[in-house]
């Protein structure tokens, strides 16, 4: 099953925290994209989890949690993706509220769906940089040290590149995803039209379109021929 992620190239990232309407929903669900990605990093909570779960389930495509919050873990998922922020001095964001959920949910994990991601936060306006108390001045050559934490020495199948809220740096992303072996390289931010995902589509594995759904969604649409059209 977490092998699933290996053929994905494009994936929507749906928030719970967020309104959309089911003509707007069924229009994501039925775009072509891989997959469809359920989380936020605040506002997210068990009950507006659930609601969209059982929405996205009317559809075949996977679907599957980014676990920011632990009152927010659902059952039913196809997978659930685990970020672990690599560039952060707090170690709750790595390891600490990791710990406490292995603690909390112990027997009941399934093991064999859960996926780590290595999550390199680059946006200082990101409300994930300010929630993690990410160190976000990185250069290329940082960022890609961060990836082979991830890649060599922790083995991560993830290495997720955030810039969320705003479009990265492509000489960035290329250069780390040159420095990984085994993992695969997630980009996710600012992608708003097909241009943009035809680019980042270019440098990275999968990549993550958020925000645009909400703002304009045909924008958010076109991303998807873009990247396999
Ligand atoms: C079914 C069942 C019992 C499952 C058990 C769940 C499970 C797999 C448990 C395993 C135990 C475990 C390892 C739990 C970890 C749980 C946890 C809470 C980890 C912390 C994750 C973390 C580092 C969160 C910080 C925030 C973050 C990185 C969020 C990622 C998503 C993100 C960046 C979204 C973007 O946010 P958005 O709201 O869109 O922001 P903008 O405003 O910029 O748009
Ligand atoms: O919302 P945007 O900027 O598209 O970013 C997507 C995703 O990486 C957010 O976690
Ligand atoms: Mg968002």
């Known amino acids: 099953m977490k092998d699933l992620i290996q053929s994905w190239r494009h994936v929507f990232k749906l928030d719970p925290d967020k309104e959309i309407a089911d003509d707007a ?29 059982s929405r996205v389930r009317r559809y075949e495509l996977p679907c599957v949690q980014e ?21 952060t001095g707090d170690p ?33 306006d990101a409300a994930v ?8 001045a990185l250069d290329a050559s940082s960022a890609a040290a961060y990836a082979q934490v991830a890649d060599k020495l922790m083995q991560l199948p993830v290495v997720y590149l955030e810039y969320s809220g705003a479009f990265g ?27 943009r995902a ?4 270019a440098c990275a594995d999968t990549i993550i379109v958020g925000n645009i759904v909400y703002d304009d969604l045909e924008q958010a649409l076109a991303t998807v021929n873009a990247v396999k059209g």
């Open 129 to 136: 940089a300010e929630l993690t108390g990410a160190n976000t």
């Open 198 to 201: 035809a680019e980042a589509a």
């Open 169 to 195: 740096d492509m000489e960035t992303v290329r250069k780390v995803r040159r420095s990984l072996d085994q993992a695969r390289l997630f980009y996710g931010g600012g992608i708003t039209n097909a241009e």
């Open 25 to 53: 929903l069924d229009a994501v669900c039925m775009s072509g994209t891989d997959a469809i990605m359920v989380g936020g990093s605040t506002g997210v909570t068990y009950e507006n989890t659930v609601d969209l779960l």
């Open 67 to 87: 676990v920011s919050d632990l009152e927010a873990v659902v059952p039913g998922f196809d997978l659930y993706m685990i970020p672990m922020v690599l560039n």
């Open 92 to 124: 709750t964001w790595i390891l600490g509220r990791h710990h406490e959920g292995i603690e909390r949910y112990g027997y009941m994990i399934p093991w064999e769906l859960v996926v780590a991601e290595g999550y390199i936060v680059l946006n200082p």
